[in-house]
């Protein structure tokens, strides 16, 4: 993985980088990296990052996995050299379709799969924490995917919550004011009065004649 390319040939991608993570950040943690290796790694780092342009997968995951790894091995990257793509990449992937129990809104794995991910939304949020947010692009879909969901498990539940405190406190954005949430879930809200007009309305309804003179009928009979 450290190994110099042979002359005139580029610095050649890590494949699977999710695999060889572990391993770079023990390498970096236990100092057994020589500078000279720092530098072969980073530059494969850097290829790895620029081969995404062309992936239509995993292509936040390894996008911040870079990031986080030129940290580790102290090459960090020049993140306003990189902030365009990466705004890119965060409108391509991100998703306003639902489907298999997950809210729109989201950030997808894959492009042929246009349904959000909970983990690639992970990623594209803390993605917005170094690279910051895209223009045009509407976090209140994001805060209504990472939303509590009684269809989500309970590990899923602690990376949703944990994600939405982080896209709240990203630089720059503010939380909706409730006239922002009364606005968006204006449909909600709408549904809920009418709910409650039309049980109040059969509450408060008198019973009708014949009703009465049923009851009436039947007692005298009983006597």
């Not at 306003?80 to 729109?104: E, I, P, S």
Request: with cysteine.
């Amino acid at each position: 993985m450290v190994s110099e390319p042979p002359r005139g040939m580029k610095p050649q991608v890590i494949a699977s980088l999710t695999q060889f993570d572990w391993v770079i950040r023990a390498a970096a943690l236990r100092n057994d990296l020589s500078p000279r290796e720092r530098d072969v790694l980073e530059q494969r780092l850097h290829a790895t990052l620029e081969d995404l342009t062309q992936s239509r997968s995993d292509v936040l995951e390894t996008a911040l996995r870079v990031t986080q790894l030129l940290e580790v091995i102290e090459r960090p990257l020049d993140r306003d050299q990189y902030r365009d793509k990466v705004h890119d990449w965060l409108r391509k992937f991100h998703t306003k379709n639902t489907g298999g129990f997950q809210y729109a809104g989201g950030f997808t794995q894959y492009l042929d799969h246009p349904i959000g991910s909970l983990e690639s939304t992970s990623y594209a949020v803390e993605l917005m924490e170094v690279y910051g947010v895209p223009d045009a692009l509407d976090l209140n879909w994001v805060r209504s995917f990472l939303r509590p969901s009684v269809y989500r498990l309970s590990d899923d539940k602690w990376v949703s919550a944990a994600s939405l405190d982080r896209l709240n406190h990203l630089p720059g954005v503010e939380r909706p004011t409730w006239l922002e949430v009364l606005y968006y879930e204006r449909t909600l809200l709408a549904a809920a009065v009418l709910v409650g007009l039309c049980i109040y309305a059969t509450l408060s309804t008198p019973k009708s004649r014949t009703t009465v003179s049923a009851i009436g009928l039947s007692h005298a009979d009983a006597q």
